[in-house]
């Protein structure tokens, strides 16, 4: 029988008190997680629990309004990835609708009208992740033992980090994929899901289910830090499961790179330590655009899908 939990990590050491050892734990903790499969949860990271409680209540009024209405804060495809409300393509294993946005203030932003609250309530929990992806980031890299602030300066631009409210239908009786098994492409996502559940980690080759307690947020490291570090640290195999006869809400922010960084393994983990590169280098808005594409013409088969294996080198 598998654990049921990924390990929770204390962050006020790092935010509110100059707590040496509660740093050093969380550090250890970190380490071992994101070496072995990718995730682990937070809690005290300085977003207000009411706050996530407010955004799940909100987008479940949102997502249970008729079509027309969710049509209305639908937007064309002009931005790095497609901003306002989407359904999913009809022959897409995944079976969910969302509502993806860039940071406050993004000129690619379409709002919901309805609820009155919403596009606030969603524009502050998107600030505050921000911030709670940045003190992340921070540890990930000391984790590393990466010169300080290496990521927070090479990942500097904050322009590109998107969030989704997402809802999952209902399990019908003969299928209940929400969200097939993947990786995130980006840095370190974070996501936040109502009582219901379905998030599951692959972890020693069997599925975890990940539940959470009421203000508590989910962090998984994505491809580019798999990537820069050579495989040290993994991007998170995650998937969703939903359950049957009730919808699931659940809110997924990533922290990203800009397109046009260039992303390889870095020095510290190939030529430093004499191993050789498991990927070649590749501009991010590339591999964004090809995961796109997986979203806008799923594949026949899911395991066509493009994947960081697109840029291992082979031989
Ligand atoms: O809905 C969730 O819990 C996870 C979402 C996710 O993994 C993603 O959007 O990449
Ligand atoms: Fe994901």
Redesign the pocket.
């Known amino acids: 029988m598998a654990e049921s939990q990924i390990p929770t990590v204390d962050l006020s050491p790092f935010l509110t008190q100059d707590d040496e050892a509660g740093k050093k734990k969380a550090m250890e903790t970190i380490t071992k997680a994101c070496s072995e499969y990718g995730f682990f949860q937070i809690v005290n990271h300085g977003v207000p629990v009411d706050l996530l409680q407010r955004a799940l209540e909100l987008s479940r009024i949102f997502f249970d309004y008729p079509s027309e209405e969710k049509l209305k804060s639908s937007a064309p495809l002009d931005a790095p990835l497609p901003t306002g409300y989407k359904t999913q393509p009809q022959q897409s294993p995944d079976k969910?609708e969302y509502l993806l946005m860039f940071p406050p203030g993004s000129s690619f932003n379409v709002f919901p009208q309805n609820p009155p609250q919403f596009k606030q309530v969603l524009e502050d929990v998107f600030s505050k992740l921000t911030k709670a992806a940045v003190v992340v980031e921070t540890i990930v890299n000391q984790c590393l033992g990466l010169p300080t602030n290496f990521l927070k300066e090479f990942n500097h631009d904050r322009s590109w980090d998107f969030m989704?409210a997402?809802h999952?239908f209902p399990a019908t009786e003969s299928e209940n994929n929400?969200?097939t098994q993947?990786e995130?492409g980006n840095c370190l996502?974070f996501?936040f899901?109502d009582n219901t559940g379905?998030?599951q980690v692959l972890k020693d080759g069997e599925w975890i289910p990940v539940m959470t307690t009421k203000g508590t947020l989910?962090v998984?490291l994505g491809d580019v830090i798999q990537v820069l570090s050579n495989n040290t640290f993994k991007s998170a195999t995650?998937r969703?499961v939903r359950p049957k006869g009730r919808s699931?809400h659940?809110f997924?922010f990533?922290h990203n790179l800009q397109g046009d960084k260039w992303v390889e393994p870095l020095p510290h983990f190939t030529n430093h330590i004499g191993k050789a590169p498991i990927y070649r280098g590749f501009r991010y808005s590339e591999y964004q655009q090809l995961r796109l594409r997986n979203k806008t013409h799923p594949p026949t088969s899911p395991q066509d899908e493009i994947g960081i294996n697109h840029y291992k080198i082979t031989s």
């Open positions: 969910n989704t997402l999952y929400g969200l993947h995130d996502s996501v899901q379905g998030l989910i998984n995650h969703v699931r659940s997924a990533f």
